[in-house]
Every structure is written in structure tokens, then in C-alpha cells.
């Protein structure tokens, strides 16, 4: 059974810091890797989608990267604003079953940017 | 495009009520994910449907849970009867057959009292 870890629970950094969310899964055989981005009492954002022949996804500050073969992903904010705060959540998908993948989401990352 | 679209947006309930939640996904998504969302358990995968057909519903905690999607826009989630534990977010996502991400929708935040 796939397990998806987040690490650390929460973060609180000052403003203008870049900073690394870490992201860990016990069965390598993923067929993509995805970070959300939860506000408090919303839904769920993509931020990034990683596929499994893929090592990394870019997007404006954002860098996702993927290790397979360790099962860690890293989620790289670069100069964090405080419209960064939010919780994010790193979910990982398996090959598709009947032509459905099924998503298996970590706790989340709980980010406050300090001003 | 909408996005996926769920209603209602809250749900206050009394203990041993049917509460149905409801889901429209995106238009030419053909998998479609019932979730619950709790602090003590993050997000849970109840059910999931590919081309309307439910291909995995071990995640559905008891009998009083169901689902059904009887076409490709719409899907409900029912509790018949309605518990306090069962007050959680309920989020519905989306995925198209050539499309490797998730679209969720607004989740209905669901209270039984």
C-alpha cells in the first residue's frame, strides 16, 4: 500500500527566503508525482504535475523535483511572499487501473511567510 | 470551462438524515474521485469512477456511504443515515483520458449534528 510523507508539518519562515518542501513515498512504481496548494477552508490548486520519466517541473517560483529510485520529491520555493502561505500537499498516482489513476495525498506542508 | 462544480457548498445536518452530495466533473473528463478531507486523516480516497463504471470503492468507510454516476456530467454521494463523525469536507476531482492531472472541485464542507 502506497504511504506519502510530508516533511516537515509546518513551516514559518520570514519573507524573501527561498525554502524546500520535502515529500517521500514508499512504492516507487508511480506513474506521476502532483503538488497542490490548499487556502484555509478552499479546495485544492495544481501547482505542478511531475511524470514519472520526468526529474523536474517548473513553474514562475516554483520547482518540483522527482527521485524515483529514493521515492523523495522536493517542492523549492524561491523568494517566498506571504501570499505563499497556504498548506501544500504533495499526492502521488499509480498506474492506471480500468483507465483510472487513483491519487494518494501526504498530510500536507502547513507554510506561513512571515512579512 | 467551469471547473468541477459541487453543491452545496455547506451542509448542516441533524444525526440520522440522508445527506446527498452532489458532483459535476469537466466536461470530457471521464474519471471522476469522491475525497474526504479531516484533520485527523488529511485527505481519504472514498470511491472512484472511470467511464461512469465505480472501478474501486474499498475506501468507502461503511454501508451507510454510497455513490453513483449515471452519466458523464454528474455524481452523487450519499449518507443515509448521517453521523457527527462523518462531519468532514467532501471534495469531488476530475481527470480526463489524456490529461495526467487532477482537477478538484470546491468541496462541500458537511456538519452533522
Known amino acids: 500500500k502506497q504511504e506519502v510523507t510530508q516533511i516537515p508539518a509546518a513551516l514559518s519562515v520570514p519573507e524573501g527566503e527561498n525554502l524546500v518542501l520535502n515529500c517521500s513515498f514508499t512504492?516507487?512504481?508511480?506513474?506521476?508525482l502532483q503538488w497542490f496548494r490548499q487556502d484555509p477552508g478552499k479546495g485544492l490548486t495544481s501547482l505542478l504535475l511531475?511524470?514519472?520519466?520526468?526529474r523536474e517541473q517548473t513553474s514562475g517560483r516554483l520547482n518540483a523535483s522527482l527521485d524515483k529510485s529514493s521515492g523523495r520529491s522536493t517542492l523549492y520555493i524561491a523568494a517566498s511572499q506571504p501570499g505563499d502561505s497556504a498548506t501544500y500537499l504533495c499526492a502521488v498516482s499509480g498506474r492506471r487501473i480500468q483507465g483510472a489513476q487513483k491519487l494518494v495525498f501526504g498530510q500536507g506542508t502547513r507554510l506561513t511567510i512571515n512579512p | 470551462d467551469a471547473g468541477v462544480i459541487q453543491s452545496p457548498r455547506h451542509e448542516v445536518t441533524e444525526m440520522g438524515q440522508e445527506v446527498t452530495l452532489r458532483c459535476k466533473p469537466i466536461s470530457g473528463h471521464n474519471s471522476l474521485f469522491w475525497y474526504r478531507q479531516t484533520m485527523m486523516r488529511g485527505l481519504e480516497l472514498l470511491i472512484y469512477f472511470n467511464n461512469n463504471v465505480p472501478i474501486d470503492d474499498s475506501g468507502m468507510p461503511e454501508d451507510r456511504f454510497s455513490a453513483k454516476m449515471p452519466n458523464a456530467s454528474f455524481s452523487t454521494l450519499k449518507i443515509q443515515p448521517s453521523e457527527p463523525r462523518d462531519s468532514a469536507v467532501y471534495f469531488c476531482a476530475s481527470s480526463g483520458r489524456r490529461s495526467y492531472g487532477y482537477t478538484f472541485g470546491s468541496g462541500t464542507r458537511l456538519t452533522v449534528v
Open positions: 511531475i511524470q514519472s520519466s520526468q
Open positions: 512504492d516507487s512504481a508511480i506513474y506521476n
